[in-house]
Structures are given as C-alpha cells and as structure tokens.
C-alpha cells in the first residue's frame, strides 16, 4: 500500500492528498473509508473535488499510518486466509466480508466513533463535578 500524503490546507486543516488511490488499492467505497477515518480521529471532513480527504486538525502520515492499518484489519484482510481480494456486502443490515479467494464470510462490526481523547487536564474536569 502507498504511504499516506498528508497536507496542511491553511492553520486547522489537513488534506489528504492520496485518499482516492488508497481507496481503490483497497478495493473499498470512499464514503466507508471516509467515515471511517473521521470516526477514528473524532473530526470532521469531506472529500473535496480533487478526490482527498479534507479534514478538520493537523494530522501527519504517522497519524494516519495505524488508521490504515487497523481499517485494513478489520474490513479488508479475510479472517481465514488473510488475503486482501474482499469486498464488503451488506445483507438484512448486517456488513459481511466476503473473501473471493477462499469464499469464507464473516461479519464484521459497522463503523462506530471511535476513541474520544481527553483534551482538558483531568485535575480540573474533575474539580468542576465535585
């Protein structure tokens, strides 16, 4: 897989430049990888005319590096042969992975907002609710 380019698009910005190549590598629709990501980062964004990513936060590649890895574990790689010829299906609102290498199908969980960090001191937030 191609590394991630990332770039700054003014100060609270970031494209990423390459989303639409790393989409169709991965075999997977822009819209699921889109929310995808912007769960796991906890921000919110779009994909702009040029077919990247544009999202709220400054972000590297080594930020987005795990985002990948994680998204290729748990929606493109088959459980059974870890083969990477998938795609994803969705039957009764179930997604399933469906491996076209080996015909083994697995669920696989929908895409839910991920970590939320904890941007304030812990000192203070608990002194406001005590």
Same mark, same amino acid.
């Given at each position: ?5 990332m770039a700054?698009?003014?100060?609270k910005?970031?494209?990423f430049v ?9 075999n997977? @629709?822009q ?11 906890g921000?919110?964004?779009?994909? @702009?005319?040029?077919g990247?990513l ?9 930020h987005?590096e795990p985002v990948?890895?994680n998204?290729?574990r748990n929606y493109?790689?088959c ?9 994803l299906?969705? @039957? ?9 290498r080996?015909g083994s199908?697995?669920?696989v969980?929908?895409?839910?907002s991920?970590?939320q ?5 812990r000192?203070a ?6």
């Amino acid at each position: 897989m191609v590394p991630p380019q990332m770039a700054r698009v003014g100060t609270k910005k970031t494209l990423f430049v390459n989303f639409s190549t790393i989409c169709s590598q991965l075999n997977r @629709d822009q819209a699921h990888l889109t929310t995808y990501i912007l769960a796991e980062l906890g921000t919110q964004g779009s994909i @702009d005319a040029s077919g990247g990513l544009l999202f709220k936060g400054r972000y590297q590649s080594k930020h987005m590096e795990p985002v990948l890895r994680n998204y290729c574990r748990n929606y493109v790689l088959c459980v059974t042969c870890q083969s990477s010829d998938t795609e994803l299906c969705k @039957d009764s609102r179930l997604l399933f992975l469906h491996c076209r290498r080996c015909g083994s199908r697995t669920t696989v969980k929908n895409v839910t907002s991920g970590f939320q960090a904890v941007t304030a001191r812990r000192a203070a937030l608990r002194a406001k609710t005590q």
